[in-house]
């Protein structure tokens, strides 16, 4: 039997606490599950996972500092990957970007790493790896690696300005086309920096209100709430398709900034765009699609799982339950229906495996186990 401080519990809220406690159990053993399926392609010589790219490799190593956040258990792995990775990932930077020209200084003193080798040819893949560089600080302490995104944050700094009013940053250093990724990975980052650099954090609000306050004067945001993929040369909305990781970094990078700078209006902006997004992708049964399914490579395959990471993340700023519903919801369906005899998972979560199954696809589901494992805790 169960008692409290008042007495015997109740049948009811004992049956209760004991369901709860046996979810969220079974979320984390899936979780650990899908992540030791996920390092059957790690690759320690290049510091990411064989059959997944550049940028998706930030994703995987943020998914994985996720769940060590949450599991002790899994740290020495996730420690073994962030250590690994910092020395040799530069190898498999595909396009060394011309960008290459900030060099990070903290109190006059030249930084004692070297973000030039993280950055490439889009400014979104370097937003992606400092996010990634992020994580892994929040579950080591590792001063480094927090001084890593500092320093890639600079190099983002030096691309402000577009003809779109005059701020953002476009999506690499030789193109004219305003995107919604880039812009929200800017604000996600600067937003995050401001919670862990006490002594810049002024410096670092500054930067995400002023990304936050130009992107809502642009045409980024239809009429029902989603975000497009960008503008047009006249800086209209572009119409284009309504990708659920524009809809996902969005909101990680608002709770960010409301906890540096509370402000009534984040949450309820990011509450608005988060319902309209599972209104727009979710199916009846509450689990996310992708436009592209079953054939979304080489980029989308990766995008639903950063869309429940952020979700997860505004979960537990603001509950809602339609959003634990979401998280459940694909992460039930992807283990019951979305997975192959060798636990690797794909890409249309609602099941069948009907395409390719890499990394990259496994690691964006791995996302959804993540999440699920946080929102049994909320």
Same mark, same amino acid.
């Given at each position: 039997?169960?008692?409290?401080?008042?007495?015997?519990?109740?049948?009811?809220?004992?049956?209760?606490?004991?369901?709860?406690?046996?979810?969220?159990?079974? &979320?984390?053993?899936?979780?650990?599950?899908?992540?030791?399926? @996920?390092?059957?392609?790690?690759?320690?010589?290049?510091?990411?996972?064989?059959?997944?790219?550049? $940028?998706?490799?930030?994703?995987?190593?943020?998914?994985?500092?996720?769940?060590?956040?949450?599991?002790?258990?899994?740290?020495?792995?996730?420690?073994?990957?962030?250590?690994?990775?910092? !020395?040799?990932?530069?190898?498999? /930077?595909?396009?060394?970007? %011309?960008?290459?020209?900030?060099?990070?200084?903290?109190?006059?003193?030249?930084?004692?790493?070297?973000?030039?080798?993280?950055?490439?040819?889009?400014?979104?893949?370097?937003?992606?790896?400092? @996010?990634?560089?992020?994580?892994?600080?929040?579950?080591?302490?590792?001063?480094? !690696?927090?001084?890593?995104?500092?320093?890639?944050?600079?190099?983002?700094?030096?691309?402000?300005?577009?003809?779109?009013?005059?701020?953002?940053?476009?999506?690499?250093?030789?193109?004219?086309?305003?995107?919604?990724?880039?812009?929200?990975?800017?604000?996600?980052?600067?937003?995050?920096?401001?919670?862990?650099?006490?002594?810049?954090?002024?410096?670092?609000? @500054?930067?995400?209100?002023?990304? $936050?306050?130009?992107?809502?004067?642009?045409?980024?945001?239809?009429?029902?709430?989603?975000? /497009?993929?960008?503008?047009?040369?006249?800086?209209?909305? =572009?119409?284009?398709?309504?990708?659920?990781? =524009?809809?996902?970094?969005? @909101?990680?990078?608002?709770?960010?900034?409301?906890?540096?700078?509370?402000?009534?209006?984040?949450? %309820?902006?990011?509450?608005?765009? &988060?319902?309209?997004?599972?209104?727009?992708?979710?199916?009846? =049964?509450?689990?996310?699609?992708?436009?592209?399914?079953?054939?979304?490579?080489?980029?989308?395959?990766?995008?639903?799982?950063?869309?429940?990471?952020?979700?997860?993340?505004?979960?537990?700023?603001?509950?809602?339950?339609? !959003?634990?519903?979401?998280?459940?919801?694909?992460?039930?369906?992807? $283990?019951?229906?979305?997975?192959?005899?060798?636990?690797?998972?794909?890409?249309?979560?609602?099941? %069948?495996?009907?395409?390719?199954?890499?990394?990259?696809?496994?690691?964006?589901?791995?996302?959804?186990?993540?999440?699920?494992?946080?929102?049994?805790?909320?």
């Amino acid at each position: 039997m169960l008692f409290s401080r008042f007495g015997l519990l109740a049948p009811s809220l004992a049956s209760l606490l004991f369901t709860g406690s046996a979810v969220a159990d079974d &979320a984390r053993s899936r979780a650990r599950n899908a992540l030791e399926t @996920l390092q059957g392609w790690y690759n320690p010589s290049s510091g990411i996972w064989d059959t997944c790219g550049w $940028w998706d490799g930030a994703s995987c190593m943020t998914t994985v500092a996720d769940l060590a956040a949450l599991d002790p258990s899994v740290m020495e792995t996730a420690t073994y990957v962030f250590n690994n990775t910092f !020395y040799v990932g530069p190898v498999s /930077n595909p396009h060394p970007g %011309p960008e290459k020209k900030t060099v990070f200084t903290r109190d006059d003193q030249p930084s004692a790493v070297n973000a030039s080798q993280w950055l490439d040819s889009a400014y979104d893949d370097d937003g992606w790896w400092a @996010l990634a560089w992020i994580a892994a600080y929040d579950v080591t302490k590792e001063p480094n !690696y927090l001084e890593l995104a500092e320093g890639i944050f600079e190099s983002l700094v030096d691309a402000w300005g577009t003809d779109c009013g005059g701020g953002g940053i476009p999506w690499n250093p030789t193109s004219t086309y305003v995107n919604s990724i880039t812009n929200e990975l800017f604000l996600s980052v600067a937003a995050h920096l401001a919670n862990r650099v006490p002594d810049r954090k002024s410096y670092y609000v @500054l930067w995400a209100q002023k990304e $936050w306050d130009w992107f809502t004067s642009q045409g980024f945001i239809g009429e029902n709430g989603t975000i /497009n993929d960008g503008l047009l040369e006249n800086c209209q909305n =572009n119409g284009a398709t309504v990708w659920s990781y =524009n809809q996902g970094v969005v @909101l990680g990078g608002l709770v960010e900034l409301n906890r540096a700078a509370p402000n009534d209006t984040y949450l %309820p902006s990011a509450n608005k765009i &988060a319902n309209a997004a599972i209104e727009t992708l979710a199916d009846s =049964n509450n689990v996310i699609h992708e436009f592209c399914e079953p054939q979304c490579l080489p980029d989308g395959t990766q995008f639903k799982g950063i869309f429940i990471r952020n979700l997860a993340m505004l979960h537990k700023a603001s509950p809602n339950a339609i !959003y634990s519903n979401v998280i459940s919801s694909c992460a039930n369906s992807i $283990w019951d229906n979305d997975r192959n005899e060798q636990n690797q998972f794909g890409v249309n979560w609602a099941g %069948p495996i009907e395409a390719v199954v890499d990394a990259s696809t496994h690691s964006s589901a791995f996302d959804a186990l993540v999440a699920a494992v946080a929102a049994a805790g909320v």
